[in-house]
């Protein structure tokens, strides 16, 4: 099966600092980024990034369908 492709996040999200010291997925692809200067790992993060936030809101989605599906009385 193939998947979508993620085009790369916009630059200011890979700056953002709220979430600085916390240890998620999108957090640890800001600390590579900001640790090189090589363009390529840079595009790679934000790619990542992409895709992290796609399967994160993809996984509310399913979230919400499995809640629905067991509150529903049979």
Not at 7 to 19: A, S, T
Not at 20 to 33: A, E, K, M, N, S
Request: with cysteine.
């Amino acid at each position: 099966m193939s998947y979508k492709r993620h085009q790369p996040i916009d630059e200011k999200y890979m700056h953002k600092e709220r979430y600085h010291g916390h240890h998620t997925i999108c957090q640890f692809l800001r600390d590579i980024y900001q640790l090189t200067e090589d363009e390529e790992i840079r595009l790679k993060c934000r790619v990542a990034m992409n895709m992290a936030k796609s399967m994160h809101n993809r996984l509310k989605v399913y979230k919400d369908e499995y809640i629905k599906k067991i509150d529903m009385p049979d």
